[in-house]
């Protein structure tokens, strides 16, 4: 055994409720461990959520976790955050809970760089709801809403995220398993609204109706598709077509929300 | 070349999504009855990929 | 010592009640007719070391209100009209979690963007049925600015007593209006704070109430580790899907008012003892209704006024005592008669119940109430 999850989960609370191949327990996985190498207490970690499959890992795992309504995790976490700015605060969602219902709150949390950590699920589509399209669900691909293939464009959540101004900007994927972590970790060092897109399998939702079906495949597919940030920059146009650049694709520092608050109304 | 003292699949947590058996570079596991098994444990090499990826808590790989 | 007076416009006086009752984080978006609140608390809370936070939009306040009382500070928002429709959907998630706040709604005119700048009084069915589902309500009608201090106090003691959220149900004319205030001093007023778990971490249970149906309340990051959410949830605060238990705790939610309508429900009746007309009027309009009841008894009429400080819970048990002891009842309301149905539902016809509706966006004229009073069926 290479770790012992026990500290961080919730007894009795395993098995979890996604489906056969998942990735988010993957996800769930490199996170424990992430926040286990920072050494942050139990105590002082608030997990915030909205609505969706990936909205149900707080529910897991041992910390002050709330499971909010839907997109708005980013909300209720900025008000804990800035209530008390001591707590670390981990904010998380699918792609549809951060980018669609919840969009106004991801881009306004990016732009006033508060101290939170965020993680977008990306498995481009709604699970909890069976396989609807969502803003991150390739043009062309089936859903149970596209069933002529999907006529929308995409959003690119880590672009996303740098145009609204977030300062720690990384992406990766459940096959990047061990380098998930260590981004993670990175996340919660940044000072400052830091994000990681984690790119993941849902083979029932997506797989499915995409001839994805095999968890591993999906996984394989990950491992294919996405180059690593250094390499990416060294690509033409179209070697970089139909992949995506992986790991720290941003990272700057700016003022504090919190910070520049309390230093500007005389708080600090 | 690591090996693997024990491979501990708990049954009770595995969903049978097979990442393990289809991820594991040498071969060493299968699947029996639905679930992840052990196939030949002298093949593992204690890559703890299996462990690493398996969405369920269900696989722990002891090095030896 | 004679107590300091000062001439407060009503909103301002909100944040006097709010930062007296130890609110120390406001989370708002900026909406007239309420954005005062906002702005005077923008400049006040640092000074206590409180903080404002200016959101996106009218549902990430409602979150982050609720996410600052979480992290254990007493929070406000206020808003109006669509803001209101806007926070219904984690208002809802505040009292399934019961997480305690309070909430200004200073009415305007509507539905939609309606009549901005003017008042209204047509919130009151959606502060008690607004968010989907079954949940209990307090909401605090005040009439003048001394009470927009006072009920806001008030607001807030309800809310931190009961775990939930408050509605202060107010509107433009007394957001806007300006009086003469009496400032309480420290230990005037009451004030409440939450119930915290005294217990060891490892024994709470966030949703296991005690005698008075309340369950004591953590701080995120005080020791206390649990789970909060908008499932229907176990004492534990975990989600299940048991019907049963859904509806019992439901249940137990809604009698955590009800059992308390002597402390919540607070009725001022005025000349009602030989009345035989009875004005209901709440919030800027019992004001006119006040000036109508004056009137008429200086010309003989005995009528009386019943202003209800709390619109929800209704003040049914007050209300009943007149049940076939007045002759007549009439509702004068900014709205086309959402008051009136409750006081029907309590009178049940003895007598019948007379309306005075008006969303003109204009307040309702003593002499409009004066003239029903005369006029007669």
Redesign the interface.
């Known amino acids: 055994?290479?770790y012992d999850?026990s500290k961080y989960?919730?007894k009795g609370?395993?098995?979890?409720i996604?489906?056969?191949?998942?990735?988010?327990?993957?996800i769930?996985?490199s996170m424990i461990r992430a926040i286990d190498s920072i050494g942050w207490e139990?105590?002082?970690v608030?997990m915030?959520s909205g609505?969706g499959c990936a909205s149900r890992l707080?529910?897991y795992v041992?910390?002050?976790?709330?499971?909010?309504?839907h997109g708005?995790s980013l909300?209720?976490?900025?008000?804990?955050?800035?209530?008390?700015p001591?707590?670390n605060v981990i904010a998380m969602g699918g792609d549809g809970d951060m980018t669609a219902i919840g969009g106004?709150?991801f881009?306004?949390a990016c732009r006033r760089n508060i101290n939170i950590t965020c993680f977008v699920f990306n498995n481009f589509i709604y699970g909890m709801t069976g396989g609807q399209y969502s803003p991150t669900t390739p043009k062309g691909s089936r859903a149970t809403t596209a069933p002529f293939g999907n006529s929308d464009n995409q959003f690119d959540i880590a672009q996303l995220a740098i145009g609204a101004g977030a300062t720690f900007v990384a992406r990766t994927t459940?096959?990047h398993?061990?380098p998930m972590e260590k981004l993670m970790k990175q996340a919660f060092e940044h000072k400052g609204f830091s994000i990681v897109e984690i790119i993941a399998g849902c083979?029932t939702g997506y797989g499915r109706k995409n001839k994805l079906a095999?968890?591993?495949?999906m996984?394989?597919w990950q491992k294919e598709h996405s180059v690593a940030i250094a390499q990416w920059e060294k690509m033409s146009e179209e070697e970089k077509a139909g992949k995506f650049p992986i790991g720290v694709l941003h990272d700057v520092e700016k003022p504090e929300y919190?910070e520049a608050?309390?230093a500007n109304?005389?708080?600090s | 070349m690591a090996k693997a003292e024990k491979i501990e699949i708990y049954v009770n947590l595995c969903k049978g999504c097979e990442i393990c058996v289809e991820l594991c570079p040498v071969d060493a596991l299968e699947m029996k009855d639905f679930k992840a098994a052990v196939k030949d444990l002298d093949k593992c090499i204690a890559c703890m990929q299996c462990e690493l990826r398996c969405p369920d808590f269900a696989i722990e790989v002891y090095k030896k | 010592m004679a107590k300091q007076v000062k001439f407060l416009q009503g909103n301002e006086a909100v944040c006097e009640g709010a930062l007296y009752a130890g609110c120390r984080f406001y989370a708002g978006y900026p909406i007239t007719p309420s954005t005062e609140v906002a702005e005077i608390l923008a400049a006040r809370l640092p000074k206590l070391g409180g903080r404002f936070i200016q959101m996106e939009d009218e549902l990430a306040a409602m979150a982050a209100t609720l996410g600052g009382s979480i992290a254990g500070k007493k929070s406000l928002t206020a808003t109006s009209g669509p803001g209101m429709s806007l926070k219904m959907e984690n208002l809802g998630y505040g009292y399934l979690t019961e997480i305690p706040c309070v909430i200004v709604n200073v009415m305007r005119g509507g539905p939609s963007t309606g009549l901005p700048t003017g008042p209204g009084q047509s919130d009151v069915m959606q502060a008690r049925w607004g968010t989907h589902g079954d949940h209990p309500c307090i909401a605090l009608t005040p009439s003048t600015v001394q009470e927009q201090l006072n009920e806001t106090v008030r607001a807030f003691n309800l809310a931190e007593k009961y775990r939930m959220p408050v509605i202060l149900l107010t509107d433009e004319i007394i957001g806007h209006m300006r009086e003469a205030v009496e400032m309480p001093e420290p230990g005037d007023l009451t004030v409440i704070d939450r119930k915290r778990p005294t217990c060891d971490p490892k024994d709470y249970l966030p949703y296991k109430p005690e005698a008075d149906g309340v369950a004591p309340m953590a701080d995120f990051g005080s020791g206390y580790r649990y789970h909060i959410t908008g499932l229907n949830h176990l004492p534990d605060g975990f989600p299940s899907n048991d019907g049963k238990l859904a509806q019992a705790d439901e249940i137990r939610q809604q009698k955590k008012v009800d059992d308390h309508y002597d402390e919540i429900v607070v009725v001022d009746e005025m000349m009602c003892d030989d009345a035989e007309i009875l004005i209901f009027a709440f919030g800027s309009t019992a004001r006119s209704a006040k000036e109508a009841v004056q009137m008429a008894r200086a010309e003989g009429i005995k009528v009386g006024l019943f202003r209800p400080l709390t619109i929800w819970p209704f003040p049914d048990k007050h209300l009943l005592k007149y049940k076939g002891k007045v002759k007549r009842v009439i509702v004068p309301e900014m709205n086309l008669g959402q008051t009136a149905l409750e006081v029907e539902r309590v009178l049940k016809g003895s007598p019948e119940v007379e309306g005075i509706f008006q969303i003109d966006s204009e307040p309702i004229n003593p002499i409009t109430i004066l003239n029903k009073i005369k006029g007669g069926k």
């Open positions: 055994m290479s999850y989960l919730r609370k395993i098995p979890h996604w489906c056969p191949g998942c990735g988010y327990g993957i769930m996985k139990k105590d002082d608030v915030t609505i707080p529910g041992d910390f002050n976790t709330l499971h909010t309504t708005r909300a209720f976490a900025t008000g804990v955050k800035v209530a008390n001591k707590l106004n709150h881009i306004h459940t096959y398993a061990v083979p095999s968890p591993a495949g996984i394989e919190v608050y309390d109304v005389g708080l």
